[in-house]
């Protein structure tokens, strides 16, 4: 192993553990479904757009082909994530409101090793929650009303170039997950109220695959598609017994699978779009007796101009279906609402050669949901905005 081989591998321990001491404070909601709408900054700056326009080393979030087109380089982002969730119950005078901002982490680095193979890591996360700061109702021993989902995945990833035009992918899904929740209350078969205890933080392990796959006939056309298998999560102590007795205590991440294009308008222009899938399936997240949240479609479209050699200028679209029904709005007061559809614009200044700095800025559009039948009287309403920077690399 080479002294630069060595001296990146130690960058990105370094990273891993920057994540992980950042994971206790990412409590809140996402804004395509449990993800942020872009893995890293400059997806984010396209809405997400990433399968077929990889752009850094945490490509691999959407498709682990695409770490054979960014070359040998480190990445280093943090989005600041900012929801405003206000849950409404009875009357619109008894509101549950939360509007605080958290870190998202996010990274990787990738390795050229020779014309047709890389290999590189990809560190990013999923989750979910909220914290209300109060009790949902006023019955006696109900905790605080909060919730938190993180789970950061790490891919390594391999990919080799198979032909001049087509390029495969495959990278692990190895995952930590961190889960709290208080202030859970469960109805009775005798129509009272059980406000469930609280089992503080358990943490557990999980893993999975995923691979893809890059085809350019030409320098101006790209196509790209993947598939991540769900990721299979251990049993989280305590809750188990409980709020995810359902599921025998794990709280697994569902499978998404994508294609994507991207088109060089000019040599500095490039238009790109997505279609993801992600689905909860076979999960506590879209089980009836767990969230019921229904599998989405996500459609993004972005544009990238390398306006001169020093700035790249970004922006996005991206719009998908809501993720629950709006007769389990009560059901999902703990996990609070996805934003679904959001515009963002984003940036690259390029310092030097080899360093360049980025920045994006996501607006997830708001959105109200009332509640029907069971939920009748229950509305949510969700507005969220994103701000990211990143520092990236070559050698």
Same mark, same amino acid.
């Given at each position: 192993?080479?002294?630069?081989?060595?001296?990146?591998?130690?960058?990105?321990?370094?990273?891993?553990?920057?994540?992980?001491?950042?994971?206790?404070?990412?409590?809140?909601?996402?804004?395509?479904?449990?993800?942020?709408?872009?893995?890293?900054?400059?997806s984010?700056?396209?809405?997400?757009?990433?399968?077929?326009?990889?752009?850094?080393?945490i490509?691999?979030?959407?498709?682990?082909?695409?770490?054979?087109?960014?070359?040998?380089?480190?990445?280093?982002?943090?989005?600041?994530?900012?929801?405003?969730?206000?849950?409404?119950y009875g009357?619109?005078?008894?509101?549950?409101?939360?509007?605080?901002?958290?870190?998202?982490?996010?990274?990787?680095?990738?390795?050229?090793?020779?014309?047709r193979?890389?290999f590189?890591?990809?560190?990013?996360?999923?989750?979910?929650g909220?914290?209300?700061?109060?009790?949902?109702?006023?019955?006696? /021993? %109900? *905790? #605080? @009303?909060?919730?938190?989902?993180?789970? !950061? =995945?790490? +891919?390594?990833?391999?990919?080799?170039?198979?032909?001049?035009?087509?390029?495969?992918?495959?990278?692990?899904?190895?995952?930590?997950?961190?889960?709290s929740?208080?202030?859970?209350?469960?109805?009775?078969?005798?129509?009272?109220?059980?406000?469930?205890a609280?089992?503080?933080?358990?943490?557990?392990?999980?893993?999975?695959f995923?691979?893809?796959?890059?085809?350019?006939?030409?320098?101006?056309f790209?196509?790209?598609?993947?598939?991540?298998?769900?990721?299979r999560?251990?049993?989280?102590?305590?809750?188990?017994?409980?709020?995810?007795?359902?599921?025998?205590?794990r709280?697994?991440?569902?499978?998404?699978? /994508? %294609? *994507? #294009? @991207?088109?060089?308008?000019?040599?500095? !222009? =490039?238009? +790109?779009?997505?279609?993801?899938?992600?689905?909860?399936?076979h999960?506590?997240?879209?089980?009836?007796?767990?969230?019921?949240?229904?599998?989405?479609n996500?459609?993004?479209?972005?544009?990238?101009?390398?306006?001169?050699?020093?700035?790249?200028l970004?922006?996005?679209?991206?719009?998908?279906?809501?993720?629950?029904?709006?007769?389990?709005?009560?059901?999902?007061?703990?996990?609070?609402?996805?934003?679904?559809?959001?515009?963002?614009?984003?940036?690259?200044?390029?310092?030097?050669?080899?360093?360049?700095?980025?920045?994006?800025?996501?607006?997830?559009?708001?959105?109200?949901?009332?509640?029907?039948?069971?939920? %009748? *009287?229950?509305?949510?309403?969700?507005?969220?905005? !994103?701000?990211?920077?990143?520092?990236?690399?070559?050698?």
């Amino acid at each position: 192993m080479s002294k630069l081989f060595e001296k990146q591998a130690r960058l990105m321990v370094t990273y891993a553990v920057m994540m992980s001491l950042l994971l206790p404070t990412g409590k809140a909601q996402a804004e395509n479904g449990i993800s942020l709408s872009g893995s890293g900054v400059k997806s984010g700056g396209m809405a997400g757009v990433s399968i077929a326009d990889p752009q850094d080393a945490i490509a691999a979030a959407d498709n682990p082909a695409g770490m054979g087109l960014v070359g040998s380089r480190a990445d280093f982002d943090v989005q600041l994530l900012k929801p405003v969730t206000d849950f409404s119950y009875g009357s619109h005078d008894n509101v549950l409101h939360t509007d605080k901002v958290y870190p998202v982490p996010s990274g990787g680095i990738n390795w050229q090793m020779s014309p047709r193979l890389t290999f590189g890591v990809s560190l990013f996360g999923v989750g979910v929650g909220t914290s209300y700061g109060r009790a949902a109702l006023p019955i006696k /021993g %109900a *905790g #605080v @009303a909060k919730s938190s989902l993180q789970t !950061v =995945i790490a +891919a390594p990833t391999v990919t080799y170039r198979l032909t001049e035009h087509n390029i495969i992918g495959f990278s692990a899904s190895l995952a930590y997950q961190r889960f709290s929740a208080s202030g859970a209350i469960v109805p009775l078969p005798d129509g009272s109220l059980l406000p469930l205890a609280s089992h503080g933080t358990s943490t557990s392990f999980g893993s999975g695959f995923r691979v893809g796959y890059i085809w350019q006939p030409t320098t101006a056309f790209t196509f790209g598609a993947s598939y991540a298998s769900r990721i299979r999560m251990g049993k989280l102590s305590g809750y188990r017994g409980d709020l995810l007795a359902a599921s025998d205590g794990r709280l697994d991440v569902g499978e998404q699978f /994508g %294609a *994507g #294009v @991207a088109y060089h308008i000019t040599p500095a !222009v =490039i238009v +790109a779009g997505d279609w993801m899938r992600v689905s909860y399936s076979h999960t506590i997240i879209g089980s009836p007796q767990g969230f019921a949240w229904q599998n989405q479609n996500f459609y993004r479209a972005g544009i990238s101009w390398d306006i001169n050699s020093a700035w790249t200028l970004r922006s996005g679209y991206t719009h998908g279906n809501h993720p629950y029904a709006s007769a389990v709005t009560a059901q999902n007061l703990l996990s609070a609402m996805p934003i679904s559809s959001s515009v963002s614009v984003g940036a690259t200044y390029r310092i030097s050669e080899k360093s360049e700095v980025s920045a994006d800025f996501d607006y997830g559009i708001p959105v109200t949901l009332k509640g029907t039948g069971a939920s %009748a *009287g229950f509305d949510d309403r969700t507005k969220a905005a !994103v701000l990211g920077l990143s520092f990236g690399r070559h050698f």
